[in-house]
């Protein structure tokens, strides 16, 4: 690359949670400034949250509305180059249609879209445009996670057979949404949240871990959703048994009200040779258990040769100094950063650049979302145990 990127923010101002973690993730290789913002529906944290960032307050708008057009009427040396959106999931669809209309790649939280009809819609235009839109699912950033998808992909494990992977939260097992948690609110409102609580905001994350890691597609699947706390309006707790199209079997745990839990996420998968086994909480390191040999732990580290490209690609320090979430969420902007990048100067991006979540993630994720609930209101998947 040539020069930075510029990046124009929509959301994620001082009221917010989210913009504060893609600001970090997208600076942390130097590749992408943050050049204007509208940054709250809320003018005055909009002016506060610009003054803050150092913005300009000519490039501090009220509206994305406002932002899009302006900066698409600014000289090609000057406007941005990409439009990050860090809204509630209502509020996805518009701004991003609108930037990419006017010529913007996107970056855009997850779920992509508010319903799976809106997904299509970004990406009818998208081949329209032939622009770049990156999805923020930021557990495929680790390296580890890379190192599990290419194992599987080289056939080391030898056929995939199983796959558990889970997602337990513990944050909302008060009802947190009636005692002035923000976040709690929009999250558990089906007017801003979508269709599903749980399994849009987390259990999207769990099926797209499953599937970049073995790279097959869930093709079935039969599901429960729960509301757990009393007086909730939307589901707190599920679990989905899974089909994937390369004939393995799967399970899916997501739940809300797992008191006491962070972000436990942890998936393994099993095939005819051996297992993998990776857990947010040791980001680090890849457990690999043998059928007929001792079970290895690998780590993540710069200088390891023995990883794949892909994980060493993702790896920005020497073996034994912890990487976590930020450097995770840096490598998904530095990806699309270098893609965008080969992009503007006629260039090839490679493999390794070219691996964030797109929008055919977006895409999955909300049909996900969408036969999920559709499974869970059935009355024909359970069998009685009955003597």
Known sequence: MTRKLRMGMVGGGQDAFIGAIHRLAANMDGLIELSCG????????????????????????????????????????????????????????????????????????????????E???LEKKLKETGLTLCLTHTY?????????????????????????????????SKLSEREGNAQAA??????????????????????????????SRITEICAELNTLVEGRVMDD???????FDNGAKGVLMASQVAAGEENAVKIRV??????????QHEPNSLIVKWLEEPMQILRAGSNYGHLSSFARHNCRTPGGHPEGYLEAFANIY?????????????????????????????????????NVVLSAQSDKKWTPNVL
């Not at 495929?140 to 995939?160: C, D």
């Open 38 to 117: 509208a940054l709250s529906i809320n003018p005055e944290v909009a002016k506060a949250s610009g003054k803050a960032l150092f913005l300009t307050e000519s490039r501090t708008y009220l509206t994305y509305e406002e932002m899009i057009k302006a900066e698409a009427a600014l000289p090609a040396d000057e406007r941005i180059d990409f439009v990050t959106i860090v809204t509630p999931n209502f509020a996805h669809f518009a701004p991003a249609m609108m930037a990419l209309e006017h010529g913007f790649n996107v970056v855009i939280e997850k779920p992509i879209t508010f319903s799976l009809e």
């Open 119 to 121: 997904a299509k819609l």
């Open 140 to 172: 495929s950033g680790y390296p580890m996670v890379k190192q599990a998808k290419a194992m599987v992909r080289e056939g080391q494990l030898g056929k995939i057979r199983k796959v558990w992977v889970e997602y337990p939260q513990g944050w909302l």
């Open 186 to 215: 929009w999250r558990t409102d089906p007017k801003k949240s979508g269709k599903s609580s749980v399994m849009g905001d987390i259990g999207t994350h769990a099926a797209h871990l499953a599937e970049y890691i073995t790279g």
């Open 237 to 243: 707790d599920g679990a989905v048994m899974l089909k």
């Open 270 to 279: 099993y095939g005819e040779k051996g297992g993998i086994e990776w857990l």
């Open 334 to 370: 530095r990806n699309f950063a270098l893609t965008l990048g080969c992009k503007i100067e006629g260039t090839q991006p490679t493999p390794e650049m070219l691996d964030f979540p797109s929008i055919e993630d977006g895409l999955r994720g909300m049909a996900f979302i969408d």
